[in-house]
């Protein structure tokens, strides 16, 4: 079975990138119609689909966060990382790492997930 990981900061200056790592142990990465999604939910918000990468390293983002969002793989190391530039206190939120078969996962009910990983944006 799939587990997932989510690691990095916790606390965010505003205009700095965070950077997030997930990490996926009992799967392989490689496996063909798999998208390894990062997914969060502001407070008293609902599940945000932020972007995925599939097995070939193609990316798929949100319309909203295309231009501060970036996906990328390794795996080697069995990691996909989260990069979003320029934050804002508006993007403090539980950051999740997920694994489906859709591209864009948007409820928990579908999928493995990590346990999320609160990120808060403040000076």
């Known amino acids: 079975q799939v587990q997932l990981q989510e690691s990095g900061p916790g606390l965010v200056k505003p205009s700095q990138t965070l950077s997030l790592t997930c990490t996926v142990s009992?799967?392989?990465?490689?496996?063909?119609?798999?998208?390894w999604s990062w997914i969060r939910q502001s407070p008293g918000k609902g599940l945000e689909w932020m972007g995925a990468?599939?097995?070939?390293?193609?990316?798929y983002y949100s319309p909203s966060l295309r231009s501060r969002t970036s996906i990328y793989m390794d795996t080697f190391k069995k990691q996909f990382t989260l990069q979003l530039t320029s934050v804002i206190p508006e993007d403090t939120a539980v950051y999740y790492c997920?694994?489906?078969?859709?591209?864009?996962?948007?409820?928990?009910?579908?999928?493995?997930w990590g346990q999320g990983t609160q990120v808060t944006v403040s000076a």
């Open positions: 997920a694994r489906d078969v859709n591209v864009k996962l948007t409820t928990r009910s579908r999928g493995s």
């Open positions: 009992g799967g392989s990465m490689t496996t063909n119609g798999v998208y």
């Open positions: 990468i599939d097995s070939s390293g193609r990316t």
